[in-house]
C-alpha cells in the first residue's frame, strides 16, 4: 500500500515528496512540516460515512476484530498508510464517546442539545495522545524502530511509555523539571521510560529531543506531534464525533491549543472528508490558549498571522520568539499540558484555522480552574489544559461569536485524574506539589523502581544519561 502514500511537504512552494518508510520531520529542503497523502483513486474509499458502522459488530471478532474494536483503526480506510493490518499496534484506543451535556450547558447559557464533550480521558493512558501514538507506533514498526523519544509536558510521555512497553521497544522522555503533573510522571515512570528530567521548559525539551532524534547514531525515531503519523491517528477524533452524530458536523468544534498538533489534525480530517465528498459542511474551529502561553492568541488573533496560502509570514514569529527571548520570557500556566510558547505545527494550524474558518481567543487560569470545577459537577473529570475549551467556549459566547443555539463539541484531551493536585488545589488551597521533588531519599524504592534521572540541559550529558555517546 505504500506506493499509494507518501509523505509531502506542506510548503505549497516546495511540495518534496519522501516515501511512507523514511523517517523525516521535516522537509529535507525547506524543513517545513510535512503531510501524509494519500493516493485517494488507487485506495478503496468508502463511499459514505455508513460504511463505517458495522465495524460496531465485527469489534474483537478475530481477524481485522482488533482493529475494528479500536475508535482510531475502525476508520482504518481513511489513514490507510500501512502495508497490511497486522503492521497496526493497537490496544484498543480511541473508544471514547461523544457525551451530551445537557446540565453543564444551562450554566453555560445554551440550549439543551447543543453543547457535546468528547470525553478523549476514557482513552487507555488517560489523554487524547493515544489516538495519535497508535499511528505513530505502527509507522516505528514498520520502520523497523527500537528506540523511541519525546518531549513532553506530560501526555504525551505517558501514552508514549505505554506504547514502547506494549512494544518491547525502548521509551525514553524528556519532560522539564518539576514541569509535569504527577499522574502523568507516575505513568512514565510505571511504563518503564527512561524519564529524563531535564532542567528547562517542554520548549527546552522538545530543542534537545530533536537535536538528538536528528542524528542517526542516537538511533532515536521522534514521537512528538511533528511526526505526520501521529497526526493522522488524530483525525480519528473528529471521526468519532461525526460518527456519534449520525455523520452531522457540528457548528463547533473547540480545542486546547499546546503544541498545536491536535487542531492541525483536526483541519486535515475535515480537508480530505470533504475532498472526498464524505461530508458537505465542515465545522468552525476554535483553539484556545492559556493567557499564561499564548503564542497562537497572539500572532494569529492579535497580530492577523495567517496561513496565506501557505506563505506565512515567518518575519511575526521571528520577531515575537526574538522578544520572548530579549525579556527572558517563559510560559507559565496552571494548565502544564499546554504550557508551551513554540508550537512546532504553528503552520499546519493556520492552515486548519484557515480551513475551518477559526478563531483563536487566549482564557485565564481562574477561568481554566472555574470550568474545570463545573464540568467536573456535572460528571465529567477533566484536566485543567482540557477545561480550556469549555471557558473557550464562554468566552466566544459572550463576545456573540458562538450563539446558545448552535451546536458546540468540546473536545475534553485529558482526564481529571492526571492531575489531582490542581483538584485538591481547587477545593483545599493544599498543594501537594511538592512530593515532586525527586531527591534521592532513604525510603527504599521497589524492587523495578524506575526512579527519573535529573539532567543539566546540555547535550553531553542528555547523551551520557542515555547511556550512548555522540
Ligand atoms: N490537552 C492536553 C491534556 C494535552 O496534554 C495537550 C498537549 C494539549 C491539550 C494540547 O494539544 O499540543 O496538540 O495542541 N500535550 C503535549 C504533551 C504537548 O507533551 O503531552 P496540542
Redesign the pocket.
Known amino acids: 500500500m505504500t506506493d499509494r502514500a507518501h509523505q509531502r511537504c506542506t510548503n505549497p512552494a516546495c511540495k518534496a515528496s519522501y516515501s511512507i518508510d523514511e523517517v523525516r520531520t521535516s522537509c529535507a529542503k525547506c524543513h517545513a512540516l510535512l503531510d501524509i497523502i494519500y493516493d485517494w483513486d488507487r485506495l478503496p474509499v468508502p463511499k459514505s460515512m455508513e460504511f463505517f458502522e458495522h465495524r460496531w459488530s465485527t469489534k474483537g471478532a478475530g481477524g481485522s476484530g482488533r482493529l475494528d474494536f479500536s475508535g482510531v483503526w475502525r476508520f482504518r480506510e481513511l489513514m490507510p498508510f500501512y502495508r497490511h493490518e497486522d503492521q497496526i499496534v493497537t490496544i484498543g484506543e480511541g473508544r471514547t464517546v461523544l457525551q451530551q451535556a445537557d446540565l453543564l450547558a444551562r450554566q453555560m447559557n445554551m440550549n439543551p442539545g447543543r453543547l457535546f464533550l468528547q470525553y478523549?480521558g476514557l482513552n487507555p493512558s488517560g489523554?487524547?495522545?493515544d489516538n495519535g501514538m497508535t499511528a505513530a507506533f505502527t509507522h516505528a514498526r514498520i520502520v523497523g524502530a527500537h528506540r523511541v523519544a519525546?518531549?513532553?509536558?506530560?501526555?504525551?510521555?505517558?501514552?508514549l511509555a505505554m506504547y514502547a512497553g506494549l512494544n518491547e521497544m525502548t521509551g525514553v522522555v524528556f519532560i522539564g523539571t518539576g514541569k509535569?503533573s504527577f499522574g502523568?510522571l507516575s505513568q512514565a515512570l510505571d511504563y518503564g521510560a527512561l524519564t529524563l528530567q531535564i532542567s528547562g521548559d517542554?520548549d527546552a525539551c522538545l530543542r534537545r529531543v530533536k537535536e538528538i532524534a536528528d542524528d542517526p547514531k542516537m538511533g532515536i525515531y521522534l514521537m512528538?506531534?511533528v511526526n505526520p503519523f501521529r497526526l493522522e491517528g488524530?483525525k480519528s477524533i473528529m471521526f468519532r464525533i461525526l460518527e456519534a452524530r449520525d455523520w452531522n458536523p457540528p457548528d463547533w468544534v473547540i480545542?486546547?491549543?499546546?503544541?498545536?498538533?491536535?487542531?492541525?489534525?483536526f483541519g486535515k480530517a475535515f480537508m480530505e472528508l470533504k475532498e472526498l465528498g464524505l461530508i458537505e459542511k465542515v465545522p468552525r474551529l476554535a483553539?484556545i490558549n492559556a493567557s499564561g502561553a499564548n503564542t497562537l492568541n497572539e500572532l494569529f488573533t492579535r497580530q492577523n498571522l495567517r496561513w496565506n496560502g501557505g506563505e506565512v509570514d515567518c518575519t511575526k514569529i521571528g520577531g515575537l520568539y526574538a522578544a520572548m527571548d530579549e525579556s527572558n520570557y517563559y510560559p507559565h500556566t496552571v494548565?502544564s499540558?499546554?504550557e508551551?510558547s513554540r508550537?512546532v505545527?504553528l503552520p499546519k494550524?493556520l492552515r486548519a484555522l484557515d480551513y475551518m474558518n477559526g478563531v483563536v481567543r487566549e482564557v485565564t487560569d481562574d477561568e481554566i480552574l472555574e470550568h474545570r470545577a463545573l464540568v467536573a459537577r456535572y460528571g465529567f473529570g477533566?484536566?485543567p489544559?482540557?477545561a480550556?475549551s469549555v471557558a473557550g467556549l464562554r468566552k466566544l459566547q459572550e463576545e456573540g461569536i458562538i450563539d446558545r443555539d448552535e451546536e458546540v463539541v468540546c473536545?475534553l484531551?485529558?482526564h481529571e485524574l492526571?492531575d489531582p493536585n490542581a483538584t485538591v488545589m481547587y477545593h483545599t488551597g493544599v498543594d501537594m506539589k511538592s512530593v515532586q521533588d525527586m531527591a534521592p531519599r532513604s525510603t527504599p524504592t521497589g524492587k523495578i523502581a524506575n526512579r527519573p534521572i535529573q539532567v543539566d540541559d546540555d547535550l553531553a550529558s542528555i547523551v551520557k544519561a542515555m547511556g550512548g555517546s555522540v
Not at 509536558?153 to 505517558?158: F, I, K, L, R, V
Not at 480545542?255 to 489534525?265: F, M, T
Request: hydrophobic share 35%; with cysteine; aromatic share 4%.
Open positions: 478523549e489523554s487524547f495522545k519525546c518531549a513532553s509536558t506530560g501526555n504525551t510521555s505517558a501514552s509535569i502523568k517542554f512528538n506531534s488524530q480545542v486546547p491549543g499546546g503544541n498545536l498538533g491536535n487542531c492541525s489534525a483553539v494548565a499540558a499546554i508551551i508550537p505545527n494550524a477533566c484536566e489544559a482540557s480550556a473536545i484531551t485529558g492526571k
